[in-house]
């Protein structure tokens, strides 16, 4: 048997090794970039949908239920006329309206099987409420929606007159009565979502009243 101890072509093997580590680590180095890239840009939509989503859970929470669950200041206008003609700039739309009454004034176990079907679908297929944020200039804003998925009802003076109790000296005493206060709760689900369809965050959150 005759040993082969040629050579040759030895070092274009090499070479093609070497060249094929180097692709494969260039192509590991190209893939992180561009993974990196796309988590940057979803975690910076992610962000701006849920800053809209915040800025809903704000101005449902402090001016939009709370001016449902107050005495209506103009009786000759109907509720919903005065609550869409206040909130104008940001196209407020309440297409469950006679439904959010119910929600926001009944226990959920009393709610109609309409509203309460309503509750349990999809968020963004059946809102109580749904308005419009502005962002950027170039931008068309971001679309919020809002639904009270629970109701749990308490004892709040809602006459919207004062909501607070007259103060007294320190010395001076309190014949009245005083029921105990036990706030109305809440569970509302709330989402916005931005130009793009994966541009969207959701909340859910226990609103006290």
Same mark, same amino acid.
């Given at each position: ?46 962000? *701006? ?7 809903? $859970?704000?101005?449902? +929470? ?5 001016? /449902? #669950?107050? @005495? ?70 971001? *679309? ?7 109701? $749990?009802?308490?004892? +709040? ?5 004062? /909501? #607070?109790? @007259? ?43």
């Amino acid at each position: 048997m005759r040993r082969l101890s040629s050579q040759a072509g030895a070092a274009l093997v090499t070479a093609l090794m070497l060249t094929t580590l180097s692709l494969v680590v260039a192509m590991a180095l190209l893939y992180a970039v561009t993974s990196g890239t796309g988590i940057s840009a979803s975690q910076k939509r992610y962000r *701006s949908a849920l800053a809209a989503a915040h800025g809903g $859970v704000e101005l449902v +929470t402090q001016q939009i239920i709370p001016t /449902l #669950l107050q @005495q209506n200041p103009d009786p000759a206008t109907p509720l919903l006329t005065n609550l869409v003609h206040s909130f104008t700039p940001i196209g407020l739309q309440l297409p469950a309206f006679a439904c959010l009454q119910q929600k926001l004034g009944t226990p959920t176990a009393a709610w109609s099987p309409e509203c309460t079907a309503q509750a349990n679908s999809e968020l963004p297929d059946t809102p109580d409420l749904s308005f419009t944020l502005a962002g950027p200039p170039s931008q068309p804003g971001y *679309s919020v929606t809002v639904k009270v998925v629970d109701t $749990v009802p308490g004892n +709040t003076d809602t006459a919207g007159f004062d /909501l #607070l109790d @007259q103060g007294s000296s320190v010395a001076a005493r309190d014949e009245g009565i005083r029921p105990r206060h036990l706030p109305s709760m809440f569970h509302i689900s709330v989402q916005g979502v931005g130009g793009a369809p994966r541009e969207k965050a959701r909340l859910s959150l226990l609103y006290a009243y």
